[in-house]
């Protein structure tokens, strides 16, 4: 089991670290996704998001990797992610996704390296989970900061309202069980 007693509950399944990252590796995180060459930025003409190549430090994986340790759990996937202004991502689930490992996706995370305004992530009312697509006042809603750090269980339907800062950095990542598909 991951050891949420450092984490705030948003919801059953949903989590938040606050200030899961020191300000000094935020901040090279931040400058590594800032500065990396310009082949390793990838703009997905489907949805409008950039997806940046660069390998994630180590030192940001190894804390991850902490935070699972013992629980059975374990993740080597992580990706950069920057998100223009005017962008929100509409309800989805992480486990939708393809995923070609041949493990089972438990959980789907976001560390957060960048201060943003509106992009308040949130998770659908239990009524309101089968219309995947509309927002509703009765949302949970919860606003990360640049060095938290969200982890919710990869069937928790979720979505970001309008991001409203140009330069809103994160990097995502996927935690797995042990058992093959």
Not at 1 to 10: G, L, Y
Not at 47 to 73: A, H, R
Request: glycine letters at 6%; a negative charge.
């Amino acid at each position: 089991m991951i050891d949420f007693s450092k984490a705030e509950k948003i919801t059953e399944g949903s989590y938040i670290y606050r200030n899961f990252l020191s300000d000094e590796l935020c901040q090279k995180l931040y400058d590594q996704s800032k500065n990396s060459e310009p082949e390793a930025i990838h703009y997905r003409e489907a949805d409008g998001i950039y997806l940046i190549g660069t390998p994630v430090l180590q030192e940001c994986i190894d804390q991850v990797n902490n935070l699972l340790k013992g629980s059975g759990y374990w993740t080597d996937l992580y990706l950069h992610w920057m998100v223009p202004k005017n962008y929100l991502f509409y309800v989805h689930r992480d486990d939708e996704n393809p995923d070609y490992s041949g493990y089972n996706k438990e959980w789907g995370g976001v560390i957060y390296l960048s201060d943003f305004e509106g992009g308040d992530l949130f998770y659908p009312s239990a009524d309101k989970q089968n219309d995947l697509n509309t927002i509703d006042p009765n949302d949970i809603m919860c606003h990360p900061n640049r060095r938290d750090m969200v982890i919710h269980r990869s069937d928790l339907p979720h979505g970001t309202r309008k991001n409203l800062t140009d330069d809103r950095r994160t990097i995502t990542f996927v935690v797995y069980n042990h058992k093959k598909e």
